[in-house]
C-alpha cells in the first residue's frame, strides 16, 4: 500500500509533462477561433435554473445566456459524481474507459485523508490523471491557447504533481485533494493554492467569513482574462456552487420566504451567488470587448445532492434519481452555450455528452491534430452554431465498476444503480421519467444493450472487478 504524507508544502519541481510545445501562436481570439470559458457548476441540480423550469431560484445572469444562446436539454455528465465525471470531461473518455471511474478506488492509486462535509477525517484510497493521460488543457495549450483552471479540480488523487498545472494547464488557482487544508473550510477558505505555492486568504483567518470562495474564485478568473486579453486563451472555472456543506452568510436573496428551511435558503443562495458572480465575469468580457470573441459554456458536473432540498425547489426537475446514481437525476444535467453574434438562440434535444468536450475543443480552437488516438466523443461545436447533427444514434455508456452502470442508445436505457441487481430498461425517448421498466417485454432490446455495455468498457487497474 502506498501512502502519501499530509504535508501542506507542495514539490517545487517543473511539471512532467504539463504543458506541450506551442505547434502554432496564440495569436488573438476571432469569433471563428474564440476564447473558450467553461463553467462548472458543482452539484447542481437539472432543475435548478429558471431557465430549466426552476420556479423559485433567481439565476438571471445564466438565464440570458440561455436565452441568448442554445441550450440543450439531453445533456449528461461524464458520471454521476464528481471525480469521474471529471475526468471524463478531461480526457474525452466514458467511465468504462477513463483513468477515474468513481471517486475512490478499489486498488492502486495513493491513500490519503479525506475532510468530510462534518469537518470529521476518514482515509480512503484515490487513482489520478497521470502524466501520460491527454487533457482538455493539453491539446488546446498545443493549439497556442493559454489555459487556466480555477478552483476545484478533484484529478489528482493524493499525488501533489497531478495538479492542473502539472496536466497541462498553464495556471491554477484553487485547491486539490492532494494538500489537504486547501479545501477546508470549504467556501470560506484560508489556504489556497497558486500553482504549486500555497497562499493565505488573509480575510478568513481565524475561521472569519469575509470572502466566500465563489467570489475569491471569480477574482481569480477574471483577473486572467485581465492578463490575456489579448490571447487566445481557455479558462476552466470550476466552482464549488452549490455542494454541501450549504455555508454562506448572505441569504438576502431568500430572507423573506418564512416557510423555507434555513438550508434551503442557504442552497438557493449558493446557486445566485454564483449567478451573481458570473454576471460579474460576463461583464468584465464586455468591457475589455471580448464578448464576441468568447464562448462560454455552462454546465453541472452531476445531478443535485442527496442533502439537497430535492422536493422544496423541485431541484432534479423530477428526474428519478439523484447525486451518485444513474438514473436520469444523477447524471441529467444543463448544458448552455453563448456567443454573441455566433450561436443562435434555441434550445435542441440532441443527446450530447462530456466525451464530447474534447474532440469539440479541439475543433474550436484548431487543434484536432492534438487529439488523443482515442475518444469516445463526437465534435458537437456544428450545435452550437446552428447546425444540424446526428448524435442520437451512437451509444453512451457510464458505470461505477462493478457497482452501476447505464447505457442510452437509439431512444432506449438500460440501467442499474445496485451491485448485481438485473438491468431495467425504459423507453426513455417516451419515458424521461423512468417509471415504465419495460426489461421483461423487451429482452431482445435489453440483450443488444448488454453486448454494447460490455464492449464500451476495458478493464481497469485500479477498479478490478470480477469478469474482467
Known amino acids: 500500500m502506498k501512502t502519501i504524507a499530509f504535508a501542506l508544502a507542495v514539490a517545487q519541481s517543473a511539471p512532467i509533462g504539463a504543458v506541450p510545445p506551442v505547434s502554432q501562436p496564440a495569436g488573438k481570439a476571432t469569433p471563428e477561433r474564440p476564447n473558450i470559458i467553461f463553467i462548472l457548476a458543482d452539484d447542481m441540480g437539472y432543475g435548478d435554473l429558471a431557465c430549466y423550469g426552476n420556479q423559485y431560484i433567481h439565476t438571471p445572469n445564466i438565464d440570458r445566456l440561455a436565452r441568448t444562446g442554445t441550450s440543450f436539454t439531453q445533456a449528461y455528465a461524464g458520471s454521476g459524481i464528481s471525480s469521474p465525471s ?38 480512503v484510497r484515490r487513482a489520478n490523471l497521470l502524466p501520460e493521460d491527454t487533457t482538455l488543457a493539453t491539446v488546446v495549450s498545443a493549439a497556442g491557447y493559454r489555459t487556466c483552471l480555477v478552483n476545484k479540480w478533484h484529478l489528482d488523487g493524493y499525488d501533489p504533481q497531478a495538479a492542473p498545472n502539472h496536466r497541462g494547464f498553464h495556471e491554477f488557482y484553487g485547491w486539490t485533494i492532494s494538500t489537504v487544508h486547501s479545501n477546508a473550510p470549504y467556501y470560506y477558505p484560508y489556504y489556497r493554492l497558486h500553482g504549486d505555492s500555497l497562499i493565505n486568504i488573509k480575510e478568513n483567518e481565524h475561521d472569519a467569513h469575509v470572502r466566500h470562495n465563489t467570489e475569491i474564485s471569480t477574482d481569480d478568473a477574471i483577473q486572467f482574462i485581465h492578463r490575456n486579453k489579448d490571447k487566445a486563451f481557455f479558462l476552466f ?30 442552497y438557493a443562495a449558493l446557486v445566485t451567488h454564483m449567478d451573481y458572480n458570473i454576471g460579474r465575469l460576463l461583464a468584465t468580457l464586455d468591457a475589455l470587448g471580448l464578448r464576441e470573441n468568447t464562448l462560454v459554456i455552462f454546465a453541472s458536473d452531476n445531478g443535485a445532492a442527496v442533502m439537497a432540498p430535492l422536493k422544496e425547489l423541485n431541484c432534479g426537475a423530477g428526474l428519478k434519481g439523484r ?48 487529439l488523443p488516438q482515442k475518444t469516445d466523443g463526437v465534435d458537437i461545436s456544428p450545435l ?32 442499474s444503480v445496485k451491485k448485481g441487481a438485473p438491468l431495467e430498461l425504459y423507453r426513455i425517448k417516451d419515458d424521461p421519467l423512468e417509471q415504465h421498466n419495460l426489461a421483461k417485454e423487451r429482452p431482445d432490446v435489453l440483450q443488444q444493450m448488454e453486448k454494447l455495455m460490455k464492449q464500451l468498457r476495458s478493464p481497469s487497474p485500479n477498479y478490478p472487478i470480477e469478469g474482467d
Open 384 to 415: 452550437f452554431y446552428g447546425k444540424d447533427i446526428d448524435t442520437d444514434s451512437r451509444p453512451l455508456y457510464w458505470e461505477f465498476p462493478g457497482k452501476q452502470r447505464a447505457l442510452r442508445w437509439n431512444g432506449w436505457k438500460a440501467v
Open 237 to 266: 472555472l470550476g466552482y464549488d456552487a452549490p455542494h454541501e456543506p450549504y455555508n454562506i452568510d448572505d441569504t438576502s436573496w431568500y430572507d423573506e420566504q418564512g416557510d423555507w428551511s434555513a438550508n434551503t435558503k442557504r
Open 86 to 123: 471529471r475526468c471524463s470531461l478531461m480526457t474525452g473518455l466514458n467511465s468504462g474507459h477513463t483513468r477515474i471511474r468513481d471517486n475512490q478506488c478499489y486498488a492502486g492509486g495513493l491513500t490519503g485523508l479525506k475532510i468530510n462535509p462534518k469537518g470529521d477525517t476518514t482515509i
Open 323 to 370: 447525486k451518485g446514481q444513474l438514473y436520469e437525476g444523477g447524471i441529467r444535467v444543463p448544458l448552455i452555450v453563448n456567443q454573441p453574434g455566433r450561436v443562435p438562440a434555441r434550445q435542441i434535444d440532441n443527446l450530447v455528452y462530456f466525451p464530447d468536450f474534447m474532440p469539440t475543443l479541439a475543433a474550436l480552437a484548431d487543434g484536432k491534430q492534438h
